[in-house]
């Protein structure tokens, strides 16, 4: 059994990565950035807290120098999973908001581990698909994308184009972010192996804190948004993965010998929001009419010419993913959905 540090852990896929963790008996520090908002997750893991299993540690800003090494020194950990990033769209300075906290968190952590927690043996950091995804290509039909994909976006570019494209700005926090990491490994040679998890967009039941549904996290209101007849479906990312997936990625990157230093892409495959409509209208017909849910176009899920896909072989076969169907994950994740409307959120 393991002594885990988690990063971010009261995000929507932390939270997931912590069930997993305890369920498998590895004992988890999970990191927060302020104390009430470990209370949600202290009260879901109660019977965690309680043995000794499920700690928490403030680390209020991870971009200052050093930020992990308290939390580090305090306990003899065997892997650190580093999920805390920041992802939304409403922000008003891309170098401050994204990037540093992206970059910064991201080799902060690394120095820490390599300078004060030489136990850790394996450092799994939730990179993205954004790191991987040519934007200015568009849906480029007949492409495949593979690890040796990188997003061709640059630091200098980011930072001029600014506010112009906040989306932009997202997925070079993510592209830097890992790129810095690999550069840290390759610089430095630490004791400690690396993993990055490349993951498209993240649906399923949410397992974090929902103080209201408008407040669901970002990925996840693409889905709650047409489910209440909020929005017309999202269209940008091809590709998905489910949130009980990608936690299990996490764990089995931490002890698989064969991640070591590896860059994965992790997916069930193409998806389309289409589908998500299609879903709601076949098994919540009343509440599809209710909420005035546009129907589109029933069954057309890609544009005429096609779209990109992932190839994600080497995540099977490396850590033996069993991918989740998209209609498991909509079943689940409108279920939650509807038990936390009822709970008046
Ligand atoms: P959430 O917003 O639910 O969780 C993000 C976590 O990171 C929270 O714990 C949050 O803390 C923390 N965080 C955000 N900004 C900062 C910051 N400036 N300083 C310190 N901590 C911060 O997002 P997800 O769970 O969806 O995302 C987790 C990771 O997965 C991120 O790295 C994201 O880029 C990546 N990812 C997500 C995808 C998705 O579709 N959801 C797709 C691909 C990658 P707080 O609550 O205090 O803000």
């Known amino acids: 059994m393991s002594t885990v540090l988690l990063t971010g852990a009261n995000g929507f896929i932390a939270a997931t990565i912590l069930r997993k963790l305890l369920e498998r008996g590895h004992t988890v520090v999970g990191t927060v950035r302020s104390e009430s908002k470990a209370t949600f997750l202290r009260e879901q893991f109660k019977a965690a807290v309680d043995s000794d299993k499920l700690k928490f540690a403030v680390v209020d800003d991870i971009t200052a120098p050093g930020a992990f090494d308290e939390v580090l020194r305090a306990y003899q950990f065997d892997a650190v999973l580093h999920t805390s990033s920041p992802f939304r769209y409403n922000i008003t300075d891309i170098d401050e908001e994204l990037l540093q906290p992206a970059i910064q968190g991201t080799t902060g952590i690394l120095h820490s581990v390599h300078r004060v927690a030489p136990s850790v043996k394996r450092v799994v950091v939730t990179s993205s698909f954004a790191s991987v995804v ?127 230093n590896q860059r994965y892409i992790v997916s069930q495959g193409n998806f389309s929001p289409q589908m998500f409509v299609d879903y709601i209208w076949k098994h919540y017909p009343e509440r599809a009419a209710a909420k005035g849910i546009n129907k589109h176009t ?17 995540s099977v076969k490396d850590l033996g993913i069993k991918y989740t169907p998209i209609e498991d994950m909509l079943r689940d994740t409108l279920k939650r959905f509807e038990d936390l409307e009822a709970e008046g959120k």
């Not at 290509?137 to 630091?155: F, I, L, R």
């Not at 980011?158 to 810095?180: F, I, M, P």
């Not at 967009?201 to 948004?225: A, F, T």
């Not at 029933?298 to 080497?314: A, I, L, M």
């Open 134 to 260: 040519n934007r200015t290509k568009g849906t480029w039909p007949g492409k495949v994308y593979t690890e040796a994909d990188w997003n061709p976006v640059s630091y200098t570019t980011t930072r001029e184009e600014g506010l112009k494209d906040v989306g932009s700005g997202y997925y070079a926090s993510k592209t830097l972010a890992e790129q810095a990491a690999w550069d840290f490994v390759k610089e430095k040679n630490p004791s400690f192996t690396l993993t990055t998890l490349c993951p498209p967009m993240v649906y399923g039941p949410p397992e974090q804190e929902v103080p209201s549904m408008v407040k669901l996290n970002v990925s996840n209101l693409d889905i709650y948004d047409i489910f209440n007849g909020a929005s017309d479906p999202r269209y940008g990312v091809w590709v998905w993965i489910d949130v009980r997936d990608l936690a299990e990625a996490h764990v089995l990157a931490m002890d698989a010998a064969v991640a070591a």
């Open 298 to 314: 029933p069954g057309k899920y890609y544009p005429d010419e096609g779209v990109y896909g992932v190839d994600t072989s080497k």
